[in-house]
């Protein structure tokens, strides 16, 4: 758990609606990777494995409060994830803004594949996706992050 604790958090840090509820989801994730941990033979890496567990609890969880609490989507929780990456806290903010507007398909795909470094083929295994769903999602993803953050290689409309 102290080997892949990081990755599966951070991974639900960039799904769930707060800090803490990742944190919960993480627990719930390793949990159930305690007493499927004869279900795993080996085939792939087990960090994807676990991100296949962590996925689908987010999934349930999702699913059991949209049924509870129907104004849940809206709910943005404030809390702060961790850094992907060396920057301003204020860059860190934008970043996590632009995340969280893709939809949670495209953001889970965008994260398993440009921040966590996941193959297309171990991403599309975590989701349980095709894989031209999951390049499509990407894709998507990183097509919507640029419009949000903007295009620094964007051509400039001539005599500006």
């Known amino acids: 758990m102290r080997r892949h604790e990081r990755t599966v958090r951070?991974?639900?840090?960039?799904?769930?609606?707060?800090?803490?509820?990742?944190?919960?989801?993480?627990?719930?994730?390793?949990?159930?990777?305690?007493?499927?941990?004869?279900?795993?033979?080996?085939?792939?890496?087990?960090?994807?494995?676990?991100?296949?567990?962590?996925?689908?609890?987010?999934?349930?969880?999702?699913?059991?409060?949209?049924?509870r609490l129907p104004?849940?989507?809206?709910?943005?929780?404030?809390?702060?994830?961790?850094?992907?990456?060396?920057g301003s806290a204020e860059e860190d903010l934008i970043v996590r803004d632009a995340l969280a507007r893709l939809r949670v398909g495209d953001r889970a795909a965008v994260t398993l594949c440009l921040v966590l470094g996941h193959s297309h083929g171990e991403a599309a295994t975590i989701l349980g996706t095709p894989l031209g769903t999951l390049k499509s999602r990407v894709a998507r993803g990183t097509r919507r992050l640029l419009e949000l953050l903007g295009d620094e290689n964007e051509e400039q409309p001539h005599g500006s």
């Open 10 to 67: 951070g991974f639900l840090m960039r799904l769930a609606p707060s800090a803490s509820h990742a944190d919960d989801l993480a627990q719930e994730a390793f949990l159930a990777a305690w007493t499927k941990a004869g279900s795993f033979g080996g085939h792939g890496r087990y960090r994807g494995w676990l991100l296949r567990i962590a996925w689908t609890t987010f999934l349930m969880d999702a699913r059991s409060r949209r049924r």
């Open 71 to 86: 104004a849940w989507r809206g709910a943005g929780g404030g809390e702060a994830a961790e850094p992907v990456a060396a």
